[in-house]
């Protein structure tokens, strides 16, 4: 039923969780007006030279890909051997992506939707140690509600109603209101919109411009390229204008929200990179024990090992091995294991 | 008569039967799709199976370890976004959420973020809600598995709602401003089976696994139970069963640990 109500909105409950990005959407129209190109340029560049130029200390971060799935790792190694600092993440489905960047310490805040879980694969000691301890500072939210704030920063408003959260814990520690709708009286709860200052994602594939196909399920991506002010894309594979403009339906990302293009096979790794590439279990089980050791040194020279010692993510994939990675392609189609090889 | 079979196995075949052909269900990592999977397998082949990650009816060939990975849109009929899957159980599609979660009270109310009570410094800390707040608040029924039943998991009250069940009693998530006719339907643990007093909204025991007695499931349960007339045995898993389990769905171990 549809009321013609004629109240003030009144704020019946709220939670006390802290908001950790600071951008208006307003503000952030203005800044795009300014900053944005719309000009069909080559982005292009070193990931380095990216990461460098558009992640800042102090920065509140989105990540593309799933936790594990599609995450834009090639990124978050280079993240961390910058040692770029303070950094707000949203957490929605957080695992390998975000573990690697509090390992390293560079994370200040979380949103949490999802975090030191694992899945399947238990908790992650690193995580556990920064939250319990209060180390790492936390906002409450879930994967429906960090979705909904980004939906509301791509379009522009300062807020959005939901109907999650209602009644529970989960609210209380949320920056969260609930109001009554002033058109059917019901309750609601309404969340602030999320603009984040940058998006770090990996795909499938791009043209040189930025315009970005992705295979299969596109979990938040969209949203988050909408809705943040830069956006860093490294792909699988760097394909033609033509192909983009052959089938444009498939564009995903459109170019003028892309700041840098980079290339990089397997940069997802050892996430689960859908129709390339599965998980490279042993990795991340090898990963994860190095980061429950109550010895933190133990954490640190997994970290020299496999991101310190590196000048690249080429020097990563060599020492990683091509036979290793491929037998993750024959996981991926659940092949016989090293067939044919 | 089947093989040798543990309790837990059990509890993941009764989970399974929980879920009715051609209905659609949001799901969780873990038992849940353990559960969900075999159903798939067996009575339930046209069940929709959606994950929050964006995989719409897929045909699991084995057990994801995400609800994200490539196994999970194996097959499937659509890819989509987060976004859309919470819209579509917001717009009354999806019949069942089937969670999990570390505690929970006698109205259902399941606690995956932390135990303790500091909030800024848990004894342990969890991953949060994830997917299971925006699944129990907007689904029609939330079906929930609870491994280890005892009185650390069963508890009067839990150290945080993470999750919405029928909050503090009957009327209480309408109160809050969620839908009418939702909330949870039924508790399966390596125990028994519970369903709802419509009532009370508090958890009632329907069912015992062969060989656990009302005793053992009220030993084992921190809050006082509501006790059904008929307490029924649940039937024991098939041989075909178990070789689903074990063989084609978690061949690797990873639930079913080997």
């Known amino acids: 039923m549809r009321l013609n109500c004629n109240m003030e909105m009144k704020i019946l409950k709220e939670g006390s969780g802290e908001i950790f990005c600071k951008n208006t959407p307003s503000e952030v129209r203005e800044w795009t007006r300014k900053n944005k190109t719309r000009a069909l340029i080559d982005k292009r560049m070193p990931i380095k030279e990216a990461i460098k130029k558009f992640v800042h200390n102090g920065d509140y971060l989105a990540i593309g890909g799933f936790g594990h799935i599609r995450i834009p790792m090639v990124s978050i190694y280079e993240i961390v051997r910058q040692h770029i600092k303070d950094l707000s993440v949203a957490g929605h489905t957080a695992v390998q992506d975000i573990d690697m960047l509090m390992a390293g310490g560079c994370v200040k805040n979380v949103d949490i939707a999802y975090v030191v879980g694992f899945e399947l694969r238990g908790l992650s000691g690193v995580q556990r140690r920064l939250f319990e301890s209060g180390e790492v500072k936390k906002t409450e939210y879930t994967n429906g509600a960090m979705a909904y704030r980004l939906r509301a920063g791509a379009q522009g408003i300062p807020f959005i109603p939901v109907k999650v959260m209602l009644g529970t814990d989960t609210m209380l520690h949320s920056p969260g209101k609930v109001v009554r709708c002033p058109f059917t009286g019901e309750k609601v709860l309404l969340l602030p919109s999320l603009n984040p200052d940058v998006l770090i994602m990996h795909a499938h594939r791009a043209d040189i411009y930025g315009n970005v196909q992705i295979d299969g399920h596109i979990v938040k991506d969209d949203l988050q390229a909408r809705a943040s002010k830069r956006v860093i894309v490294t792909v699988e594979e760097i394909i033609s204008d033509d192909s983009i403009r052959a089938d444009p339906g498939k564009t995903i990302i459109p170019f003028y929200m892309v700041d840098a293009v980079i290339e990089q096979p397997w940069g997802s790794h050892p996430g689960n990179m859908p129709y390339k590439y599965y998980f490279d279990h042993e990795f991340t089980e090898e990963y994860l024990a190095a980061g429950r050791d109550k010895d933190l040194k133990v954490i640190e020279r997994w970290l020299d090992d496999w991101v310190y010692s590196f000048e690249d993510f080429d020097e990563y994939l060599t020492k990683l091995g091509s036979k290793r990675l491929y037998r993750l392609k024959d996981d991926e189609f659940l092949r016989v294991k090293n067939g044919g090889r | ?258």
């Not at chain 2, 995400?66 to 819209?87: E, F, P, Q, W, Y």
């Not at chain 2, 999806?94 to 932390?114: E, K, P, R």
């Not at chain 2, 053992?216 to 098939?238: H, L, M, Q, S, W």
């Open chain 2, 1 to 258: 008569m089947s093989r040798n079979y543990t309790l837990r196995e059990l509890m993941a075949c009764v989970a399974a039967k929980q879920l009715e052909d051609g209905k659609a269900v949001a799901v969780g990592t873990g038992l849940p799709l353990v559960a969900t999977m075999l159903a798939q397998q067996t009575h339930a082949p046209n069940l929709v199976i959606i994950f929050e990650a964006g995989g719409i009816a897929p045909q699991l060939p084995i057990l994801p370890i995400s609800v994200g990975d490539s196994r999970t849109i194996h097959k499937a009929l659509c890819t989509t976004t987060l976004i859309d899957i919470m819209d579509t159980i917001r717009r009354g599609y999806v019949d069942y959420a089937f969670l999990g979660g570390a505690q929970i009270d006698s109205y259902g109310n399941l606690n995956s973020t932390m135990i303790g009570d500091d909030y800024e410094k848990p004894k342990v800390r969890f991953p949060g809600s994830g997917g299971a707040n925006d699944f129990g608040s907007l689904a029609w029924e939330t079906l929930i598995i609870m491994d280890r039943h005892s009185p650390r998991r069963f508890v009067k009250k839990v150290d945080f709602i993470t999750t919405p069940g029928y909050l503090y009693g009957p009327g209480a998530r309408e109160e809050e401003g969620l839908s009418e006719n939702t909330g949870p339907s039924r508790v399966i643990t390596d125990l028994c089976l519970f369903d709802f007093e419509p009532e009370s909204k508090r958890m009632r025991l329907i069912a015992c696994h062969p060989g656990v007695t009302v005793e053992d499931v009220i030993k084992a349960t921190g809050f006082e139970i509501i006790i059904a007339d008929n307490v029924r045995t649940t039937d024991p898993p098939t041989e075909e069963e178990l070789r689903l389990l074990h063989e084609v769905i978690d061949p690797l171990g990873f639930v079913f640990k080997k």
